[in-house]
């Protein structure tokens, strides 16, 4: 049996890092560790194939070689995945589709031969089984959350792993949190699922048998749910385990509470994680409390931020506008807050509602969600109805992403977090691939860009003043020249979007709900 792991194209957002990528000659950011995961079910006997549509093309001809094509995806590959779809029923190959996606729209791709819904440790060896034998069923669905156990070791060899910045891993699913515009929780469940710690080390083991020796995502969306065995277990086995090694960092999510534990802060630094993802959402009160967001309450935001940073953390952060209680004061306040805080990597978009979330029930018995969910927050669009005015939203969100990545103002952010920012004791040492990628910030940004007047400023009082954030001071000023290019184009497209009319979506139903058993 032949089958073809066939990952869509991502559209040009700010996490897609394409300018960035130039700097270090990759393809892709991170590589599909759904589709290597599954491919570790496949019979031993069967060929597999993994094709990234992000990093290479995919010929008929390597359609026509597969029985089955297998495709998984998130929402804001959508456009891709229909011209998969397309390509296949051309060719007559079948396909069968997994991921969040189709586990939250299943009804959008009659076209789809089998969906394989929800959890693939499940869902996807029933299919195996059913399909090999003649007698495969087109929806296979699932309301039990598998142990976490049971999850193989993907097989990372399927990779050109040359093509990606980052390779991935996960250690857990769920979050024990309630932020009401989330499907993580409707997909994956309130209480946290983790591998065992010899099960997430063996995954290491097999990366680093791969021959990788760079950044490591660990793509929980809450990597902190469970401290007391971070604590007591996996953060000392991964001190040990990469005690003998160079090269490794890491990058995770995770809740913003991770600022109240000391101990677990020095121990995840002591591991080599070097970057966090953290969902801020708002400074505003009235819109945390909104979106049930308890873990953000309470406490003091910008505090906790530098306290990361101090720490040696790169903070990362997502942040919306568009709740019911924003006012119009809340895009200033939102820009203040971002600049104050240091974040460079600062994610702001309108508010959203997935399928299956709290917040699109309530919504949509409001008669406040329409068509149109891109799945990505940043593209100046939402399926909601808003409260404020739609035209004064839209205004205020094109300002304050204009405002913020143009070079004044993340060049200001950079010199914050380089103020805050104490890395680990150790000397500079740069790789040939940041060297490669130093040289050409001189060039691609200290000649060529309009922020040439900042860089230069920044690279003398870096060289003369903490020289030892140098290669954290190159990566800013890379995601910089990114962020202010995706920007641009963002705004502009924004601002050419007509306005959308409120017609909310009427007796609309889809067939996935989340009604997992916990």
């Known amino acids: 049996m032949n089958i073809l792991l066939l990952y869509p194209k991502f559209p040009a957002t700010f996490w897609s890092f394409q300018h960035a990528l130039r700097f270090i000659d990759k393809k892709a950011a991170n590589p599909p560790l759904g589709l290597v995961t599954v491919a570790a079910m496949l019979p031993e006997t069967w060929n597999a194939r993994l094709i990234d549509l992000n990093v290479e093309p995919v010929s008929d001809d390597q359609i026509v070689w597969a029985d089955l094509v297998l495709v998984s995806a998130m929402t804001v590959q959508r456009k891709s995945v229909n011209e998969i779809i397309q390509l296949c029923h051309k060719l007559e190959t079948p396909i069968a ?215 040696g953390l790169q903070v990362m952060a997502g942040f919306i506008v568009g709740f019911d209680s924003d006012t119009e004061d809340i895009f200033q306040r939102q820009y203040d807050f971002i600049q104050e805080s240091g974040i460079v990597t600062a994610m702001v978009g309108l508010l959203q509602a997935p399928a299956g979330t709290e917040l699109y029930a309530r919504l949509k018995a409001e008669g406040r969600i329409r068509e149109g969910f891109s799945g990505d927050n940043g593209d100046g669009e939402t399926n909601i109805i808003p409260k404020m005015d739609s035209s004064i939203l839209r205004k205020g969100y094109v300002d304050l992403v204009r405002q913020l990545f143009e070079p004044a103002s993340v060049y200001q952010r950079i010199d914050t977090l380089l103020q805050h920012h104490h890395p680990q004791k150790a000397p500079v040492r740069l790789t040939w691939t940041e060297m490669k990628a130093f040289f050409r910030t001189m060039i691609w940004i200290g000649v060529q860009s309009d922020a040439r007047w900042y860089y230069w400023r920044l690279f003398i009082k870096i060289v003369f003043t903490h020289p030892a954030r140098l290669p954290l001071a190159i990566t800013m000023t890379v995601y910089a020249y990114h962020f202010n290019k995706m920007s641009r184009e963002h705004v502009r497209l924004t601002e050419a979007l007509p306005e959308k009319p409120h017609r909310p979506i009427m007796g609309r139903k889809y067939s996935y709900e989340p009604t997992h058993v916990k």
């Open 97 to 311: 589709a997994g991921g969040p996606l189709f586990s939250c729209e299943p009804d959008e791709f009659p076209e789809v031969d089998y969906l394989i819904l929800n959890e693939g440790e499940i869902t996807f060896k029933e299919f195996l089984a059913d399909f090999a034998s003649g007698h495969a069923k087109r929806v296979y669905d699932t309301q039990v959350y598998p142990e976490m156990s049971i999850s193989p070791i993907p097989r990372f060899e399927l990779l050109n792993m040359d093509a990606y910045d980052t390779l991935s891993v996960q250690f857990s699913r769920g979050c024990p949190y309630h932020c009401d515009f989330c499907n993580v929780t409707a997909l994956f469940g309130h209480k946290p699922r983790l591998k065992s710690t010899r099960q997430f080390i063996s995954e290491l083991d097999a990366l680093y048998k791969a021959g990788w020796r760079r950044k490591i995502f660990i793509v929980d969306d809450n990597f902190i749910g469970n401290k007391r065995l971070l604590k007591e277990e996996v953060l000392p086995a991964l001190i040990e385990w990469r005690r003998d090694k160079v090269g490794f960092q890491f990058i995770t999510e995770a809740s913003i509470n991770l600022a109240d534990d000391d101990e677990l802060i020095d121990l995840m630094v002591q591991a080599g994680f070097n970057s966090i993802f953290i969902s801020i959402e708002t400074p505003s009160a009235e819109g945390l409390d909104e979106c049930h967001k308890t873990q953000n309450t309470r406490r003091d935001l910008l505090r906790n931020v530098h306290k990361l940073q101090e720490a």
